[in-house]
């Protein structure tokens, strides 16, 4: 297999060369891209803090067996799934993933309940990205957080938020490197709102509140999700993109896209070259809307290797995190992390092979048949081999070898779980 493996890879690497690409250097540009695996797949959004159903308009749908039910089973399901993936990546956290003694309320959640998730972290080399999760609690239950009417309940989510920053930094300076706080609330009604400006006026005033503490950014970045509609949230959403994108640039906040919060025609792709003319940076929540924000697991599709190819062509790479976003109970769960974590560097693979130059230089002299011509030869080249290759060179399982591991654990060990 493995000289099977290395003997295709030599063919496909000679192929790439005759067109001006140097596939190592691809190689190892892959190899130091991080991407922030969500820890919320493993539990269909659970959490270990309350046992409140899933809100805030988002929803998972399946009954899969094995669902991890504390931070034990997640992190050795998290460990599973980080064996089958190449290279080394971040783990992202929500708050009610918190590990506490006694029953706390998200107003107090501190560094010092993520402990176990920082030593663990450290022990794997990962870095750690945080969430205050604004939504499966009392106090969201009317569908408003940040923009509430009542002050005592905005009062009670603004501190959420800043414990919240407080615990990405504490991440960042435990890890050496920064972690990404991102503030999403689903905020918003179902019908028509008569008074659509009130909500944003009191949510802009919350986030200013928030970050009115200055954190490092060498250890803590913000940053902003917005969000077109959610179940619940048909009509008015008050974090919409205008909203955000109009905030973040102002304030020097970070914009976080995620690929199922827009129109259904609309993708995030186009919009990362505008926005990086006027950003220091850019954050991803790549997912996969499927007719609404459905959260499915990430494919290798044509929006994917768009967004691989805007990151990559442009040299966004730099100031972008990439972030996952899905959940999907009706599947294995870890096998949902491996396939949707794999298919985004699989993505970014593919751009990171195209002969860029030459694409560029076949376009800047108006020469759209052999541009057309051209990109659609380059879906046809070996990048699978290529592939193969670098997950054989970072010890991880090649094809569909891999899904043999998975099957096994989830007959020892998930099938055995309540
Ligand atoms: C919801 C947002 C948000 C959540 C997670 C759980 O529509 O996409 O990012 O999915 O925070
Ligand atoms: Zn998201």
Known sequence: MNNNIEEQYQLAKKEYESIGVNVEEALKKLKEIKISIHCWQGDDVKGFLFDQDLSGGISVTGNHPGRATNGEELRRDLEMA???IPGEHKIN??????????????????PEHFKKWVDWAKENNLGLDFNPTCFSHEKSEDGFTLSHKDETIRN???????????????????????????????????????????????????LDEIFSVEIDEAYNIDTLESKLFGIGSESYVVGSHEFYMGYGLSRNKRILLDAGHYHPTEVISNKLSALSLFTSGLSLH???????DSDHVVTLDDELNEIAKELVYNNL?????????????SINRIAAWIIGTRNMQKALLKALLDPVQQLKDVEENDNYTKRLALQEELKMYPFGAV????????????????????????????KERG
């Open 156 to 206: 009670f989510w603004i501190d959420h938020c800043k414990q919240s920053r407080k615990i990405g930094e504490y991440f960042g300076k435990e890890l050496g490197q920064p972690s990404v706080t991102n503030i999403w609330v689903p905020d918003g009604y179902k019908d028509t709102p008569v008074d659509r400006l009130t909500p944003r006026q009191r949510l802009k005033d919350s």
């Open 387 to 414: 592939w193969n290759y670098f997950c054989m060179e970072n010890d991880v399982k090649p094809g569909m070898e891999w899904l043999k591991e998975i099957e096994k654990y989830e007959e020892s060990v998930l």
């Open 286 to 292: 790549v997912s996969r809307p499927v007719r609404w």
């Open 82 to 84: 980080l064996q089958q």
């Open 93 to 110: 956290l929500h708050a009610i993933y918190a590990e506490t003694e006694k029953d706390i309320d998200l107003n107090e959640i501190a």
């Open 317 to 329: 790479l730099e100031n972008t995190t990439i972030g996952l976003d899905f959940f999907d109970a």
